[in-house]
């Protein structure tokens, strides 16, 4: 069976840090792409970060950039998403996500997680 399984997510007050980690089963993660995405209540997701296959290319959406750190670890099957310095609008579900495309925030996903609740607060 192929999946991902998001862990690490809790509640954090701001100005905390958390790592998120995506890990697969069923197939070799290091041939694909990830993304990590977000959705708030009543809002629409957002792509925030992608590591491209061999994890020498990163690209994070501006609302993270500086903050969220993406990061891979091909032998353990298991891409990692380290936040710092959170604030309360981070707070939402965060999914990882694989494909084979180029390295992007919105499309070409193939297989995504169940999620992992993130809170930011006080």
């Known amino acids: 069976q192929l999946q991902l399984v998001e862990s690490g997510g809790g509640l954090v007050q701001p100005g905390g840090s958390l790592r998120l980690s995506c890990a697969a089963s069923?197939?070799?993660?290091?041939?694909?792409?990830v993304g990590w995405f977000r959705q708030a209540p009543g809002k629409g997701r957002e792509g925030v970060s992608c590591?491209?296959?061999?994890?020498?290319?990163?690209t994070y959406a501006d609302s993270v950039k500086g903050r969220f750190t993406s990061s891979r670890d091909n032998a353990k099957n298991t891409v990692y998403l380290q936040m710092n310095s959170l604030k309360p609008e981070d707070t939402a579900v965060y999914y990882c996500?694989?494909?084979?495309?180029?390295?992007?925030?919105?499309?070409?996903?193939?297989?995504w997680g169940q999620g992992t609740q993130v809170t930011v607060s006080s």
């Open positions: 996500a694989a494909g084979t495309m180029r390295c992007n925030l919105q499309w070409g996903y193939d297989y």
């Open positions: 069923g197939f070799t993660l290091s041939y694909y792409a």
């Open positions: 590591i491209s296959s061999s994890g020498d290319s990163t």
